[in-house]
Nanobody, 118 residues
């Protein structure tokens, strides 16, 4: 069984910074792409950033100059450094990973709340 556990969500003022972490655990053979998605109230879940096992990154236009995704393959962990946060970044942030056990599955964490006050 595989689990993804996010941490780091908080209430922060506009212009502030947060660092989210997501650790994968379980019977893991390898992890391919890891990523972060977010869902604001009344809106659909949207991509924030992804990173491949080789370190290739992809960002939503709305966060590209402010957020940085990274990963530590030895720890099966991905991070999202969020700078210059804006009220519109308020959402539940979900970790996602393509994880190989005896097959490749698509896994989600339970989410961590980020609230940015103006």
């Amino acid at each position: 069984q595989v689990q993804l556990v996010e941490s780091g969500g908080d209430l922060v003022q506009a212009g502030g910074s947060l660092r989210l972490s997501c650790a994968a655990s379980g019977s893991i053979v390898s992890i391919n792409t890891m990523g972060w998605y977010r869902q604001a109230p009344g809106k659909q879940r949207e991509l924030v950033a992804t990173i491949t096992s080789g370190g290739i990154t992809n960002y939503a236009d709305s966060v590209e100059d402010r957020f940085t995704v990274s990963r530590d393959n030895a720890k099966n962990t991905t991070y999202l450094q969020m700078n210059n946060l804006k009220p519109e970044d308020t959402a539940v942030y979900y970790c996602n990973a393509k994880i190989v056990t005896w097959y490749q599955g698509n896994y989600w964490g339970r989410g961590t709340q980020v609230t940015v006050s103006s």
